[in-house]
């Protein structure tokens, strides 16, 4: 199937998992910061803490987005991510990418999705699960390091150490941020939304090193340089998320918010 119609008929991230738990409609959950579901599993922390581990792990980088300001707040909300699922990923990359790794060290790029899902929870429940996905039937299950909410609060789920499996063909050299909602005019739409997402970008961006250009949308994933796929069944393959004209509008946003 060619690159163009696999991504009008791939539905967003769901990235082949098709949503495990969520079933890419959000099901109505409540956002965790809300709701009472998991109290102590959300920690709130901030954002040049929350990175300083990272930073660590990945050296490169200029200074942080928020050493200009007031700190980004990030909430921890772990999914689990054990000996098991990292065998799995570096099984993955090894198949994929040729090298039997599970760390992501150096990332060159951040790849912007939307989750076709209604809240935090159910993008989080649906990545917490290491099974394997509905379309490839795979390992390890799929993830993205971050999420946004509707309301523009950044939350953790993996380390950006460690390698997830987003979007095919980067995943060994790209952090992924996964966002509530249903379209690209969605979230370019929704204020308190895109805020959060430009900064949480600008802080990891800066925090890596990385120019404006190497933050992409999903659908641009066969246009990096950094593509690399060496399974034919994959190869080629790409979702509709943040397609080029959106992702024209974010960076031109990102970029307002000046250099780091």
Same mark, same amino acid.
């Given at each position: 199937?060619?690159?163009?119609?696999?991504?009008?008929?791939?539905?967003?991230?769901?990235?082949?998992?098709?949503?495990?738990?969520?079933?890419?409609?959000?099901?109505?959950?409540?956002?965790?910061?809300?709701?009472?579901?998991?109290?102590?599993?959300?920690?709130? @922390?901030?954002?040049?803490?929350?990175?300083?581990?990272?930073?660590?792990?990945?050296?490169?980088?200029?200074?942080?987005?928020?050493?200009?300001?007031?700190?980004?707040?990030?909430?921890?909300?772990?999914?689990?991510?054990?000996?098991?699922?990292?065998?799995?990923?570096?099984?993955?990359?090894?198949?994929?990418?040729?090298?039997?790794?599970?760390?992501?060290?150096?990332?060159?790029?951040?790849?912007?999705?939307?989750?076709?899902?209604?809240?935090?929870?159910?993008?989080?429940?649906?990545?917490?699960?290491?099974?394997?996905?509905?379309?490839?039937?795979?390992?390890?299950?799929?993830?993205?390091?971050?999420?946004?909410?509707?309301?523009?609060?950044?939350?953790?789920?993996?380390?950006?150490?460690?390698?997830?499996?987003?979007?095919?063909?980067?995943?060994?050299?790209?952090?992924?941020?996964?966002?509530?909602?249903?379209?690209?005019?969605?979230?370019?739409?929704?204020?308190?939304?895109?805020?959060?997402?430009?900064?949480?970008?600008?802080?990891?961006?800066?925090?890596?090193?990385?120019?404006?250009?190497?933050?992409?949308?999903?659908?641009?994933?066969?246009?990096?340089?950094?593509?690399?796929?060496?399974?034919?069944?994959?190869?080629?393959?790409?979702?509709?998320?943040?397609?080029?004209?959106?992702?024209?509008?974010?960076?031109?946003?990102?970029? @307002?918010?000046?250099?780091?």
């Amino acid at each position: 199937m060619s690159a163009r119609r696999w991504a009008a008929v791939a539905p967003a991230l769901c990235v082949v998992s098709v949503a495990l738990v969520s079933g890419c409609s959000g099901g109505g959950a409540a956002d965790p910061a809300t709701a009472p579901e998991s109290p102590s599993a959300v920690t709130p @922390d901030r954002g040049t803490a929350q990175l300083a581990s990272d930073q660590a792990a990945n050296p490169s980088g200029a200074g942080s987005v928020a050493s200009q300001g007031a700190p980004l707040r990030i909430q921890k909300w772990l999914i689990p991510y054990g000996a098991k699922r990292k065998r799995d990923m570096a099984g993955y990359s090894k198949r994929h990418y040729g090298r039997f790794r599970w760390q992501l060290r150096n990332p060159k790029l951040i790849v912007e999705h939307f989750a076709v899902a209604g809240s935090v929870s159910a993008i989080h429940n649906t990545f917490a699960l290491n099974r394997r996905d509905v379309e490839f039937h795979e390992l390890p299950g799929v993830c993205t390091h971050f999420a946004v909410s509707a309301k523009g609060q950044a939350y953790k789920f993996v380390p950006t150490s460690i390698r997830c499996r987003h979007v095919v063909g980067l995943n060994q050299v790209s952090i992924g941020i996964e966002h509530v909602g249903f379209s690209d005019a969605e979230i370019l739409g929704r204020k308190r939304q895109l805020r959060g997402s430009l900064r949480l970008t600008q802080e990891l961006r800066c925090r890596f090193g990385l120019p404006v250009k190497n933050v992409i949308g999903h659908n641009e994933s066969l246009r990096s340089p950094f593509y690399k796929e060496l399974d034919p069944d994959f190869r080629g393959r790409t979702h509709g998320d943040f397609r080029r004209a959106s992702m024209r509008v974010y960076r031109a946003k990102l970029a @307002d918010l000046g250099p780091c």
